[in-house]
């Protein structure tokens, strides 16, 4: 099983429970309907990764996304994650109205930055992630159309959580295809405080 740094310590997720269609502008930018319900899919936990693959089969595209770790009844830490993404499998998939874990649940598909604690999900959090010192993506929870709050309520309606599990929130628009060679940065930020950044180079 895989594990993800939170502080100075290791845990273990069971899953990856990840939010699609949650910006409006990154909708816009797909081509996507704003759906009339939350879109929900999970990742194992043999997707968490730490190196960032151009290819997997075919060529793969970031998200960069707010994740949040699960523990005790609510969300007690935060990193910015990837969620790589197959697009023209997922788009196969899509046209024919069958599930997305072959484009979206795939080893080393979950990236994630070390997790660091929070009291509290405040609404100015936000994410951005350069790539070769360009901003590409930015996003904050304000724009959600699901906060993480109600992102956690749904998902207690049908699944039980368990300790150290991960919720992705859904990604901002700007995504792209993962170039061999370029530089990722993602951050975390409140305020204007970079709480936590992480950096890949893809390979």
């Keep these: 099983m895989k594990s993800v ?26 081509g996507n309907e704003i ?3 939350m879109v929900l899919f999970m990742k194992p936990n043999a997707a968490i990764g730490h190196q960032l693959n151009a290819k997997h089969q075919e060529t793969l595209h970031y998200e960069a996304e707010l994740c949040f770790m699960y523990q005790q009844g609510e ?9 790589l993404t197959k697009r023209a499998l997922q788009s196969q998939l899509k046209t024919k109205g069958l ?3 072959r484009a979206k649940a795939f080893t080393d598909s ?4 070390d997790f660091v604690t929070l009291d509290s999900v405040d609404e100015n959090l936000a994410l951005e992630l350069h790539i070769n010192g360009e901003c590409r993506q930015s996003g904050a929870i304000a724009m959600m159309l699901y906060s993480p709050q109600a992102i956690l309520k749904e998902i207690q309606s049908f ?3 368990e300790d150290g599990d ?20 993602g951050r975390v930020l409140l305020h204007d405080t970079v709480l936590v950044t992480k950096q890949w180079r893809a390979s």
């Design 5 to 30: 740094k939170v502080d100075t310590g290791y845990i273990t997720p069971s899953k990856v429970i990840c939010v699609g269609r949650n910006y409006a502008s990154h909708i816009r930018e797909l």
């Design 35 to 37: 759906p009339d319900d």
């Design 75 to 83: 969300f007690c830490a935060v990193a910015i994650g990837l969620d």
């Design 99 to 101: 599930p997305w874990e």
């Design 110 to 113: 979950a990236l994630f930055s």
């Design 159 to 161: 699944i039980e959580l």
């Design 166 to 185: 991960i919720i992705m929130t859904g990604t901002p628009a700007g995504v792209g295809e993962v170039v061999a060679g370029d530089l990722f940065e």
